[in-house]
């Protein structure tokens, strides 16, 4: 699977839209980006996900490059319960039947008043 | 129904206790797996059953022993652990297809080895 870049740490005031960038310049074609966040001592959570094409649901908007070398997951108006750390995981079905998640470090998003 | 249950939710065991961490699922997913996550880092892969049959052992040491007695049911038995051990443990579940399936989580384990 490719590997992705994230900046560790983001803010954002509450109410604005949080953009938060990832890098995966080694992606495949049959490769997809997800997104995952992780609210202190929770399980992670599944956002959204996407091959080429944008896509948007009630969580957030994921933006794909043409080139699909990068992608930006969009909350369009953040709030406290959005901080947490977000990881972008790009990933291919390798087997039929399960298709395993390999974490990086995420990006700390802080969601401030 | 889109949860995955884990219990218990905490769990402090000596060195030489066995005890065992359990996880189900009633969303007909056919794939589930267990992660360690230990503080301040991203959740590892530990074990994955695809079918009710092991598909990937991530070199877990004996001392973890995963089960899967059913399609919604997924234990992790363990003995003998060391401090270093202790960790959140998740356990997730996907559709079991190829393509495009999101995993869905538990809340986790939050083991600790005294």
């Known amino acids: 699977d490719a590997k992705t870049t994230q900046p560790p740490s983001m803010d954002c005031a509450e109410g604005r839209a949080a953009n938060l960038p990832c890098n995966h310049s080694?992606?495949?074609?049959?490769?997809?980006v997800y997104w995952y966040r992780q609210i202190h001592s929770q399980g992670p959570q599944y956002i959204i996900h996407g091959l080429k094409n944008n896509e948007t649901n009630e969580m957030a908007s994921l933006i794909i490059t043409e080139d699909r070398k990068s992608s930006t997951l969009i909350l369009p108006h953040a709030t406290l319960r959005d901080t947490a750390v977000y990881y972008c995981i790009v990933r291919v079905a390798k087997i039929p039947g399960y298709s395993t998640l390999t974490f990086g470090k995420g990006t700390m998003l802080l969601v401030s008043p | 129904d889109t949860e995955v249950t884990q219990t218990p939710k905490h769990l402090v065991m000596g060195m030489t206790n066995k005890k065992s961490l359990k996880c189900e699922q009633h969303m007909g997913h056919r794939a589930m797996y267990w992660y360690k996550q230990k503080a301040k880092k991203p959740p590892e892969l530990m074990f994955v059953y695809s079918y009710e049959k092991l598909s990937i052992n991530e070199s877990v040491p004996s001392r973890f022993s995963p089960e899967c007695p059913n399609s919604s049911l997924l234990n992790l038995h363990l003995h003998a652990l060391q401090p270093e051990d202790s960790a959140l443990y998740l356990c997730?579940?996907?559709?079991?297809?190829?393509?495009?399936?999101?995993?869905?989580f538990g809340q986790g384990t939050r083991l600790t080895v005294v």
């Open positions: 997730a579940s996907s559709p079991g297809r190829t393509g495009s399936t999101e995993a869905f």
């Open positions: 080694t992606i495949s074609g049959n490769e997809y």
